[in-house]
């Protein structure tokens, strides 16, 4: 009997083991999809003249993607970024529901708190979708999309 409840043991270990390595590895791929969705959007905002101050601000567990300046008018720009290969689960502005609206504005409060040198500008919400179609990234900007 003893000998069946440590077999029984190493089988459901190796098996989790084995689940824990498969789920890292699905989420590094995630990430580094998301990553590259990222990257297309800042390559996009700095050709569209705006200035890129900070990548993947943290704030009391939440985050913005991209904060970025127009300086000639003095806004600060907060930008979510959702990046898909396709649209099996909708459209990517569809996933940003109003749980991570509110997050992402308590984030900017976060940020504005901190770095003073803004607090004469004013601030707007974005969002950027990207869709790969044939490794082709197909971008949406949403200006003031919340």
């Known amino acids: 009997m003893r000998y069946t409840q440590i077999k029984f043991y190493k089988k459901f270990h190796t098996r989790q083991v084995t689940a824990v390595k498969l789920a890292d590895k699905k989420i590094t791929d995630k990430k580094i999809f998301g990553n590259k969705g990222e990257d297309e959007a800042r390559l ?17 567990r939440t985050e913005i993607d991209i904060i970025s ?46 770095n003073n040198s803004f607090s004469q500008h004013d601030y707007r919400f974005d969002t950027i979708t990207i869709l790969y179609d044939d490794d082709k990234p197909l971008i949406n900007h949403i200006e003031n999309a919340f």
Do not use: W
């Open 69 to 114: 300046e127009d300086v000639k008018n003095k806004i600060l720009i907060f930008t979510e970024v959702k990046t898909r290969k396709n649209r099996k689960y909708g459209e990517p502005e569809e996933s940003i529901n109003i749980k991570k609206q509110m997050n992402i504005r308590k984030t900017a409060r976060g940020f504005l708190s901190e």
């Open 44 to 60: 996009f905002l700095c050709s569209i003249g705006l200035r890129h101050i900070k990548s993947n601000y943290v704030y009391d």
